[in-house]
């Protein structure tokens, strides 16, 4: 975009925002509203929010108008985002359809399927729900068992899946299923499953935080249409893999640094007379892993810079994500040891607020080394991907 | 790695082309067994010179290229690889930003064209014992006419037996101020100190040494400013260095991962060493991040300097001698014997990390500035 031309849109869409963007919504955290929950619980302004983003094509800005988006280049997104980042606005179109399944499809689905189910995702009418994982299938994904036999006319699906989030409200599943029996990865399709199919069950999990984010989906007998697969029968590996490159970027996201946690620390534990936090040994780890969080966020904007320059030998995202849940999980504990016995707190009375979603906090963030490939699996890929070490024989 | 423009893509391939000619870590045994006191190799380091990198930090008046700090960082990180000794650091970014700091016409004048084309090398005498000071300076400097007198020790002084000229903080009355002594200032007595690497390292006793006027930098009071900033400057190179050090102890060791055979396969198979390489790769990439943000903030002459020198010293510490540790340790015996280069890393990582205030000291200061 040439200067006056980027000029030009950037004042359109910052007197569109004025006219559009809800005011009770500025500098809101939209996290609650993303995948957990359905959006008919969400506030009335967030609903509307949603609607105008969705008319205006900026769900998905760069997807194509007849895919439900705006058509509009990359330079045309990153200047809404900066006019929205500017009054606190945020694009409330954020969903795992968008964040993983829509670029997929993008590339590996046909027209067809192209027109039937971006649209869906680019408006935010359609949720998604990621159906990889099972009981017997973590680490090594691509065992799963879950059946899945030609009839004809349709596909019969049997099996169980699970850490599927968001499940329950979820209209759809984006599911990896078994075709073949006899290969492993190449008896792997990428199936698209209607969740109000008959003998779909989402049953809710309760994590050690108390929270249900996840479900276990069960799946009974469940007929689909041959139509539903991706990228072409026992060739669903590939488009997995492609989905989790898509899901591990948008998990080392760009993080904005964590707040100083000096301030906290010197209002629960006090000073010395030095004006030091007053426990040596916590002050310590907290310096430590300050300075570990920095250059995290140092490194998310080199890498920014890299990308946009187009220089090769940007960090690796899986020690990326490996830097970023290590920072994040010590974070966690050290709140809650600077909150001491108030950081014990499960709910109700005798606790602020602050404390308990603290506390909710760090036991939710053992999550982080586990999802989107654990701590080890990143590693496996760093290993092999990055330093060219050989496989075991 | 950081974005570069053409020149500082040319700075850092030239680099890369003359260290590999060069300075192999067979010309850091070579200095070692010609059991010199110089502690580098001048002829290198003129050969450094005529290729402009001890002017980069020198104003063009001056017979510099003022090129940057990031642009000395790319030298000195392909340097850091092969653990060159010279006194880039010490004189080209320490002396020359002292002076640049605080320098009068007459003294930039003088010593700047000097040091851009390395005739003069010019070094901190800072330390003066076990620790890096903390505003602490014993040396003292007592006024004596219009001129000064100089007392006390400083110890460890790199490149100390070939200098020419020091830059030397002392305690007044009045607070810290720095002096410019010349070499063979009388009363000056240098003794050469034998370290675990040549460095060139020297005892300076300073017994009553006579200065003029014109050898005040810094006055009373405005002496530690000035060496903060000083400091800041050096300890995002020397980073940028260490960092080069622990990129190249981890290639190597990365080498012999894939090369070591035991059990009928090659060691590197193994998923334990293999996690441990994929660890120590994501703390060379945390490092190069803040070193690389360091040396941005310096050309960009940003408000957050101070911390982001510390954070970049502090981690290039302790990542350099985790590596160097573990580049023994996965090496096995043949990482223990003097003929192989692991232990020459293993130095140079402790040395360094001494260098302008060690990862411990940094951490402090880091802190204080935080707020913790």
Same mark, same amino acid.
């Given at each position: 975009?040439?200067d006056?031309?980027?000029?030009?849109?950037r004042?359109?869409?910052?007197?569109?925002l004025?006219a559009?963007?809800?005011?009770?919504?500025?500098?809101?955290n939209p996290?609650p509203y993303h995948?957990?929950g359905a959006?008919?619980d969400?506030?009335?302004?967030f609903?509307?929010w949603?609607?105008r983003?969705a008319?205006k094509g900026?769900g998905?800005?760069?997807?194509?108008?007849?895919?439900g988006g705006?058509?509009?280049?990359?330079?045309h997104?990153?200047v809404?985002?900066?006019?929205?980042?500017?009054?606190?606005a945020?694009?409330?179109?954020r969903?795992?359809?968008?964040?993983?399944?829509?670029?997929t499809?993008?590339?590996?689905?046909d027209?067809?399927?192209k027109?039937?189910f971006?649209?869906g995702?680019?408006?935010g009418t359609?949720?998604?729900?990621?159906?990889?994982?099972?009981?017997?299938?973590g680490s090594?994904l691509a065992?799963?068992?879950?059946?899945?036999?030609?009839?004809?006319?349709h596909w019969?699906?049997?099996g169980?899946?699970?850490?599927?989030?968001?499940a329950?409200?979820?209209?759809?599943?984006f599911?990896?299923?078994?075709?073949?029996?006899?290969?492993?990865?190449a008896?792997?399709?990428?199936?698209?499953?209607?969740m109000?199919?008959?003998?779909?069950e989402?049953?809710?999990i309760t994590?050690?935080?108390?929270?249900?984010?996840?479900?276990?989906?069960?799946?009974?007998d469940v007929?689909?249409?041959?139509?539903?697969?991706v990228?072409?029968?026992?060739?669903?590996?590939a488009?997995?893999?492609r989905?989790?490159q898509f899901?591990?970027?948008?998990?080392a996201?760009?993080?904005?640094?964590?707040?100083?946690?000096?301030?906290?620390?010197?209002?629960?534990?006090?000073?010395?007379a030095?004006?030091?936090?007053?426990?040596p040994d916590?002050?310590?780890?907290?310096?430590?892993?300050s300075m570990?969080?920095?250059?995290y966020?140092?490194t998310?904007?080199r890498?920014?810079?890299e990308?946009?320059?187009?220089t090769g030998?940007?960090?690796?995202?899986?020690?990326v994500?490996?830097?970023?849940s290590?920072?994040?999980?010590e974070?966690?504990?050290?709140?809650?040891?600077?909150?001491?016995n108030?950081?014990?707190?499960?709910?109700?009375?005798?606790?602020e607020p602050?404390?308990?979603?603290?506390?909710?906090?760090?036991l939710?963030?053992?999550?982080?080394?586990?999802?989107?490939g654990?701590?080890?699996?990143?590693?496996?890929?760093?290993a092999?991907?990055v330093?060219?070490?050989p496989?075991?024989? | 790695?950081?974005?570069?423009?053409?020149?500082?893509? *040319?700075?850092?391939d030239?680099a890369?082309?003359?260290?590999?000619?060069?300075?192999?870590?067979?010309?850091?045994r070579?200095?070692r +067994?010609l059991?010199?006191?110089?502690?580098?190799?001048?002829?290198?380091?003129?050969?450094?010179?005529?290729?402009?990198?001890?002017?980069?930090?020198v104003?063009e008046?001056?017979?510099g290229?003022?090129?940057?700090?990031?642009?000395?960082?790319l030298?000195?990180e392909?340097?850091?690889?092969?653990?060159?000794?010279?006194p880039l650091?010490?004189?080209a970014v320490?002396?020359?930003?002292?002076?640049?700091?605080?320098?009068?016409?007459a003294?930039?004048e003088?010593f700047?064209?000097?040091?851009?084309?390395?005739?003069?090398?010019?070094v901190?005498a800072?330390d003066e014992?076990r620790?890096?000071?903390?505003?602490?300076v014993?040396l003292?400097?007592?006024?004596?006419?219009?001129g000064?007198?100089?007392?006390?020790?400083?110890r460890?002084v790199?490149?100390? *037996?070939?200098?020419?000229?020091f830059?030397?903080?002392?305690?007044?009355?009045?607070?810290?101020?720095?002096?410019?002594?010349?070499?063979?200032?009388?009363?000056?007595?240098r003794?050469?100190l034998?370290?675990?690497?040549?460095?060139?390292?020297?005892?300076?006793s300073?017994?009553?040494?006579a200065?003029?006027?014109?050898?005040?930098?810094?006055?009373?009071?405005?002496?530690?400013g000035?060496?903060d900033?000083?400091?800041?400057?050096?300890?995002?190179?020397?980073?940028?260095?260490?960092?080069?050090a622990?990129?190249?102890?981890?290639?190597?060791?990365?080498?012999?991962?894939?090369?070591?055979k035991?059990?009928?396969?090659?060691?590197?198979?193994?998923?334990?060493?293999?996690?441990?390489?994929?660890?120590?790769?994501?703390?060379?990439?945390?490092?190069?991040?803040a070193?690389?943000?360091a040396?941005a903030?310096?050309? +960009?002459d940003g408000?957050?300097?101070p911390?982001?020198?510390?954070?970049?010293?502090?981690?290039a510490g302790?990542?350099?001698?985790? *590596?160097a540790t573990?580049?023994i340790q996965?090496?096995g015996?043949?990482?223990?014997?003097?003929e192989?280069?692991?232990?020459?890393?293993?130095?140079?990582a402790r040395?360094?990390? *001494?260098?302008?205030?060690?990862?411990?000291?940094?951490?402090?200061?880091?802190?204080?500035?935080c707020?913790?």
């Open positions: 975009m040439a006056d031309v980027e000029q030009g849109f004042a359109e869409v910052a007197e569109w004025k559009n963007f809800p005011a009770s919504l500025a500098y809101k996290q995948n957990d959006l008919a969400a506030d009335a302004d609903q509307l949603l609607r983003i008319d900026w998905a800005v760069t997807w194509a108008p007849e895919y705006a058509g509009l280049t990359r330079a997104e990153a809404i985002n900066q006019e929205m980042a500017r009054i606190g945020f694009n409330p179109n969903s795992y359809g968008m964040m993983m399944l829509g670029p499809l993008l590339e590996y689905a027209d067809e399927q027109l039937r971006l649209p995702i680019a408006k359609v949720r998604w729900c990621q159906g990889f994982s099972e009981p017997g299938a090594d065992s799963l068992q879950t059946k899945c036999i030609d009839q004809g006319d019969l699906v049997n169980q899946k699970i850490w599927t989030s968001g329950n409200h979820a209209h759809w599943c599911c990896l299923v078994r075709t073949d029996t006899s290969r492993k990865q008896g792997i399709s990428f199936l698209l499953i209607d109000s199919s008959p003998g779909v989402a049953r809710p994590l050690i935080s108390g929270t249900t984010h996840f479900a276990e989906v069960f799946l009974t007929q689909v249409p041959k139509e539903n697969i990228g072409g029968v026992n060739q669903g590996w488009v997995a893999k989905l989790l899901e591990r970027d948008s998990l996201g760009n993080r904005a640094e964590a707040p100083s946690l000096a301030p906290l620390a010197k209002r629960y534990i006090g000073e010395d030095d004006g030091r936090i007053a426990d916590l002050r310590r780890r907290l310096i430590l892993n570990r969080s920095r250059a966020s140092q998310f904007q890498a920014a810079r990308a946009k320059a187009g030998t940007s960090p690796a995202l899986s020690a994500k490996n830097l970023g290590d920072v994040s999980q974070r966690g504990e050290l709140i809650v040891e600077i909150l001491g108030r950081g014990l707190g499960w709910e109700g009375g005798g606790f602050d404390e308990l979603e603290a506390t909710r906090a760090w939710h963030s053992k999550a982080y080394s586990i999802y989107g654990s701590f080890e699996i990143q590693n496996n890929i760093t092999k991907r330093l060219n070490l496989d075991y024989q | 790695m950081a974005v570069l423009n053409e020149e500082q893509r *040319m700075l850092r030239g890369e082309a003359w260290a590999l000619d060069r300075a192999p870590v067979t010309a850091l070579r200095l +067994e059991d010199g006191q110089t502690g580098f190799d001048p002829d290198l380091y003129a050969e450094m010179a005529e290729m402009g990198w001890t002017g980069i930090l104003p008046e001056f017979g290229s003022d090129f940057g700090h990031l642009s000395l960082g030298i000195v392909r340097l850091g690889r092969t653990l060159l000794p010279s650091i010490d004189s320490a002396a020359v930003g002292a002076l640049r700091l605080a320098g009068n016409a003294q930039q003088r700047l064209p000097a040091l851009a084309s390395g005739e003069l090398v010019a901190l800072l014992d620790r890096h000071p903390q505003r602490q014993a003292a400097a007592e006024r004596d006419g219009d000064w007198r100089l007392s006390g020790v400083k460890p790199p490149f100390g *037996m070939a200098a020419g000229l830059i030397v903080p002392a305690r007044t009355t009045d607070g810290v101020a720095l002096f410019l002594v010349d070499g063979d200032a009388a009363g000056l007595d003794r050469a034998r370290e675990v690497l040549p460095r060139g390292a020297a005892i300076l300073f017994d009553n040494v200065v003029g006027p014109d050898a005040l930098l810094s006055p009373p009071g405005e002496g530690q000035v060496l900033r000083v400091l800041d400057r050096a300890c995002i190179c020397q980073a940028a260095e260490m960092l080069g622990a990129v190249q102890a981890f290639e190597t060791t990365l080498d012999y991962l894939k090369t070591r035991q059990f009928g396969r090659i060691i590197g198979q193994f998923q334990a060493l293999q996690h441990r390489a994929a660890n120590l790769y994501a703390e060379l990439e945390l490092t190069r991040s070193v690389e943000a040396l903030a310096l050309d +960009e408000d957050d300097i911390v982001l020198a510390s954070l970049a010293k502090a981690l302790d990542t350099l001698r985790r *590596m573990e580049m996965l090496h015996g043949i990482g223990m014997t003097d192989h280069d692991a232990g020459f890393y293993l130095k140079r040395v360094a990390d *001494m260098s302008f205030g060690n990862a411990a000291f940094h951490r402090e200061r880091y802190a204080r500035l707020g913790y």
